[in-house]
């Protein structure tokens, strides 16, 4: 089992994580979610011990650990990867490599696994010739070739398509179900959390949260009349919350995952609806929570 344990984390003397223990347990699927700076990806490089905590332990096996041992049981794919120079096959090949293994069974793990994540005809092609879903799904599937006991993915569908990461999220399902491996995932895709994680937990301020809110919004709550409905934006959208409370805020909104509109295109003129436009959607106030 890895885990952080009375964990106080600083950046230039502000405290950007504090957590008396995050577990993640041998064959489980954890998601992540929270807003930017939340925490998310000072948590999983923690975990993956490429920094050492400010305050507090991590342990592997109930057993504090640091350096570099370690580290060949746990691998971590960054938001932006960094591939090697050289093709993608010479990528997903080096890792297999420095552990000793034979040619032919490096053939075999490198076709297998370029298959699971649908990157095959990426495998003689180079750094410069890829998108950024692509270097993902490469550096995604560079990792799980030389089989890690517990993988740390930070945001790994964010420049994907949908099809892209259905094929990512289903090569991480078939890995797990082939062999007992831990992966811990931090992303923005809610829908995607929900769908393949056994366990999603929530970050907010470096703190774990008590709640796991569809859609969190940090605001500073005006001061108004009891009962009057406040407004507050958050970047282009302007939310109104009947509450009572004042200054700093985080509401959360329950409308779900993925919001689908089917309008006629009559109606998409007559709105002025346009690709990348901006839009309006409205929801009950009792949807929305402030803490």
């Excluded at 010479?90 to 699971?116: D, H, M, P, Q, S």
């Excluded at 750094?127 to 030389?146: F, K, N, P």
């Excluded at 509450?243 to 998409?268: N, Q, Y």
């Amino acid at each position: 089992m890895l885990e952080l344990v009375g964990v106080r984390h600083r950046y230039d003397g502000r405290v950007v994580l504090d957590i008396e223990r995050f577990a993640v347990t041998p064959g489980s699927g954890i998601a992540i979610v929270g807003p930017n700076g939340s925490g998310k990806s000072t948590l999983l490089r923690l975990l993956a011990l490429l920094e050492r905590p400010s305050e507090g332990e991590v342990r592997l096996d109930g057993v504090a650990v640091a350096g570099a041992a370690p580290r060949r049981r746990i691998t971590l794919v960054e938001q932006r990867p960094m591939l090697l120079r050289g093709t993608v096959r010479e990528n997903l090949e080096f890792g297999l490599r420095l552990r000793g293994i034979r040619r032919t069974e490096v053939n075999r793990k490198v076709e297998t696994v370029a298959a699971r994540l649908g990157i095959t005809p990426l495998l003689q092609r180079r750094r410069h010739e890829l998108s950024d879903g692509e270097v993902q799904r490469v550096a995604v599937a560079r990792a799980l070739a030389v089989e890690p006991d517990v993988l740390l993915l930070d945001e790994p569908a964010s420049s994907a398509d949908r099809a892209a990461a259905q094929t990512l999220f289903r090569a991480l399902a078939e890995e797990r179900a082939r062999r007992p491996l831990t992966v811990c995932l931090a992303s923005h895709q809610l829908e995607d959390a929900y769908r393949w994680a056994d366990d999603v937990r929530a970050l907010a301020e470096g703190r774990l949260s008590p709640v796991t809110p569809e859609n969190l919004f940090r605001v500073e709550l005006p001061s108004s009349g009891s009962g009057d409905l406040k407004h507050v934006c958050v970047g282009t959208i302007e939310i109104a919350a009947a509450t009572d409370k004042t200054g700093p805020a985080i509401l959360t909104a329950d409308v779900g995952v993925e919001l689908v509109a089917v309008v006629t295109e009559e109606a998409a003129r007559d709105l002025g609806l346009t690709p990348g436009g901006p839009g309006v959607f409205s929801f009950k106030a009792s949807a929305v929570r402030v803490f």
